[in-house]
């Protein structure tokens, strides 16, 4: 081995060390501050940055939280929005009011809910007046109750404000199973008034009836009634123009579409219907059903009565056209429906809906 060569090489590295130390010496305060900016640099960058983060964390953090959509409530007998899910569930009351020509004007028809028409007896028609909320100071002239009507009214776990009634109406309605506010039995919670005379005079008003109902523990009511839809008029409409014909010239009735309030004006016996507090009559939906009447099963005495179990055919009057129904009603408690061909609900406009019942050959409905 050459031991000079090794000695030499030795020498080569250790003079690099001495000279690399020499250099770092002379240059120490230069590394320093060079390393001394990069640590500063760097933690500069780490502290941007956990500042950023907090900030958008922060940001995030203040972003207003998206609020759900308010809860809607609507009413189960009219379908028009109402203030919450107590009003829901508020007693609804039918009022039975006379349609003969000293009975006119009205009070309280207007703003009813649903209102059921038919004949009465010889051809004069009377009114089922439901409401569920609405107050209205005067409502009548209330007469008499037809078993028709009770059965029109049942399905609504309605309270029925009347002044008696025929025998087999009375039968039904007595029988513990309705809620009965006859006036005969409550006489407190009506009146008779001093600018008509007797049997046209008798009266109530809302608020009276909810006193009634709530001191018999009528506190509510349950019910399923018909679908509802937001009305529109059509662009084209082909119904502007109804007349039902239900027995003569007093009683017969049309309606006028009125596109800006998409509602039909009530006539009758060629005038303006009116209520006397709240003008002319003007419903939503108009529906006009046919229907079969049969002799009264009990106490016969020469009147009959309108069947409503069963089914037949309807016509939908609202948003300026006409839909061909089928109406039909189980029993005297299940609510009455309206489909359409293939057995699906119509849905009726929001609001006022009136009802009348006409039997063909004695009355008939027509439309232009």
Do not use: C
Not at 121 to 128: A, C, Q, S, V
């Amino acid at each position: 081995m050459n031991i000079e060569k090794i000695d030499k090489s030795g020498q080569k590295k250790n003079a690099r060390w001495e000279s690399f130390k020499e250099w770092v010496k002379k240059h120490i305060l230069a590394i320093v501050l060079v390393v001394s900016a990069v640590v500063i640099a760097g933690v500069f960058i780490i502290a941007i940055h956990s500042i950023k983060y907090e900030q958008t964390a922060s940001v995030e953090l203040k972003l207003p939280t998206k609020k759900p959509a308010p809860k809607k409530f609507y009413s189960p007998l009219t379908g028009v929005e109402i203030a919450n899910e107590a009003a829901a569930k508020l007693p609804v009351t039918g009022v039975m009011i006379e349609n003969s020509p000293a009975a006119r004007p009205q009070s309280g028809l207007k703003k009813a809910g649903v209102v059921y028409e038919a004949v009465a007896e010889g051809g004069i028609t009377r009114f089922l007046a439901l409401y569920q909320g609405e107050k209205p100071a005067l409502i009548g002239p209330v007469r008499s109750l037809r078993l028709y009507y009770l059965s029109w009214a049942a399905p609504y776990q309605a309270s029925i404000a009347h002044v008696g009634g025929s025998p087999n109406a009375l039968s039904q309605v007595r029988n513990g199973n309705y809620r009965d506010i006859d006036q005969f039995f409550n006489d407190g919670s009506y009146w008779r008034s001093r600018d008509r005379y007797a049997p046209h005079n008798v009266y109530t008003s809302g608020e009276k009836l909810d006193q009634l109902n709530s001191a018999k523990g009528y506190n509510n009511s349950e019910f399923t009634s018909f679908a509802r839809a937001d009305g529109k008029p059509v662009e084209s409409p082909n119904a502007t123009s109804v007349n039902i014909n239900l027995s003569g010239s007093l009683y017969n009735t049309s309606y006028a579409y009125d596109k800006a309030s998409n509602s039909y004006l009530r006539s009758m016996a060629g005038a303006p219907h009116t209520d006397r507090e709240d003008g002319q009559i003007a419903p939503n939906t108009v529906v006009a059903m046919e229907v079969s009447v049969e002799a009264r099963a009990q106490n016969y005495d020469g009147y009959e009565d309108v069947k409503t179990t069963g089914s037949g055919k309807a016509y939908i009057f609202q948003n300026g056209t006409v839909a061909t129904a089928t109406w039909s009603k189980s029993d005297i408690n299940s609510p009455l429906k309206l489909t359409d061909e293939s057995g699906k609900d119509i849905a009726l406009n929001r609001g006022q809906t009136w009802i009348a019942a006409f039997t063909p050959g004695r009355g008939s409905v027509s439309w232009q």
